[in-house]
């Protein structure tokens, strides 16, 4: 690969390892990371059980890792010997937001302890490191959250406290004023986790996928419309998505790309698209088994070469620690709508097609399409039976998606009907299982009877045995008894005699 021409030399949708020049910076996982003006800096992480604090920059066109060296902010406190303190200390599982001319790094694991978020950040101009004065309803001090532009706040959900305790709270950081709150929301919010992703879709719905607790991984999509300040939990079409955690996410327009994750077990080879107007899950491209990309703790960032939309991650663990930068160059998008969405019948027909797949509460939850019914942009010149035959075809495929929504009501029908026949056997199947269930438990104790009663018999065969023995023995005493008597009567008769004889022969 030709350095000063790779972009070009890139195949869409695929995973390349680009060749670094130079020295590389240690290979770490649950490390922040952002990319400002084609340079991808990464902040901390771990490796081997140690935090790390170094900021490293990759340039994108040079393909060349350095240093940033940090200093201190005028008129900071340093009360400890400033030759031993660093600038920003070792952290891990943190997030990082690029805001005006700084990075600002929120939260994350140190040794360091705090009772509140801490949020550091750096100047991109001077170097300059800090700590930025924040006031209002300050989170807990936690590690593995999410954070989430929208507009000029921050939003943050989540994550593990410093005594492991999970969190399932959204804070909200105003960077106008520095100023922290809590957010009240209503209905049911996901389950307390770490680990997972978060994506803001129209600066108004906050999306939450997948992460963990400590002992299950997790798939599911979570909304909070930042508006209504309620959460759903959305019906997703599209490819099936396995549960993982430490996966990397970010969005590019209205799709959302999730790589790498993890269950402590397999890494996912999978790098998953989500398109956040249709809430439909596909997937992109299929790494290799051991792949350095199927790891957790990686991280994943969008930039544009020469004006190409290109996915960038770097590190993560997957038994092995990484270090490789690897990209994605994206395939463009038509970001133009397509002609049906240019008549507003035909919008309202495309609407209903997506409303046959919609949320559980999509009036409150359905992603606004954008419609532009702009037509300043058509020529004055265009000559009207062109016109003529635009509308024509409008109308054509007005009438297509109009079969279209016929045929998924119907399809709707038949499911409907499969569900409550699927609810009956249901029903009848759990009426057997229960008589089943009662049967078997009169069976149970028929079997503890008769236990019982088997028992008690051997109990009384040992004593049958035991009484036959006496009686042998008992046999045996009489038997000699009565050979002893026999031979003590025969003696007697025998000297009997011998008197008789003397006294006769007298």
Known sequence: MDISSWPSDLAYEQWVALPVSGARPSARYKHAAAVVDEKLYISGGSRNVRYLSDIQVFD???????LLKLKFEPNADKSEDSGLQEVLPGTSDHSMIKWENKLLLLGGHSKKSS???????????????????????????????????VGSKLIVFGGEDRSRKLLNDVHVLDLETMTWSVVEAMQTPPAPRFD???????????????GCSHSIFFNDLHILDLQTMEWSQPQIQGDLVSPRAGHAGISVDEIWYIV?????????????????????????????ERHPLASEGLSVCSAVIDGEKHLVAFGGYNGKYNNEVYVM?????????????????????????????????????????????????VENNVPKKDINIEIEAIKEEKKALELSIEEVRAENSRLREKI?????????????????QGQL???????????????????????????EKEVQILGRQKSALEQEMELSAAQRQGSGGVWRWIAGGA
Request: charged share 20%.
């Open 260 to 288: 790498g994750g993890g269950d402590n077990r397999n890494g996912c080879l999978e790098t998953l698209a989500l398109n956040m107007s249709k809430l439909v899950w596909s997937t992109l491209t299929t790494l290799k």
């Open 196 to 210: 997972h992703s978060a994506a803001v879709h129209a600066e108004r719905y906050l999306l939450i996928f997948g």
């Open 420 to 436: 409550d026949e699927l609810n009956c056997n249901h029903t009848e199947l759990s009426k057997e299982l229960q008589s089943v």
């Open 329 to 377: 160059k994206l395939k463009p998008r038509d970001s133009s709508h397509p002609k049906i969405f240019q008549s507003p019948a035909a919008a309202a027909a495309a609407a209903s097609v997506t409303a046959a797949y919609a949320l559980a509460k999509s009036e409150k939850l359905d992603f606004p399409q954008i419609i532009d019914l702009n037509f300043n942009g």
């Open 115 to 149: 009772d509140a978020m801490i949020v550091h950040f750096i100047n991109l101009e001077t170097h300059f490191s800090g700590v930025m004065e924040t006031s209002g309803k300050l989170p807990v001090a936690r590690g593995g959250h999410s954070v989430t532009l």
């Open 60 to 66: 994108l066109r040079s393909l060349t890792w350095s």
């Open 441 to 467: 438990i009169s069976e149970r104790s028929r079997c503890f009877k008769l236990e019982a009663q088997i028992a008690e018999l051997q109990k009384m065969l040992e004593s049958l045995q035991t009484i």
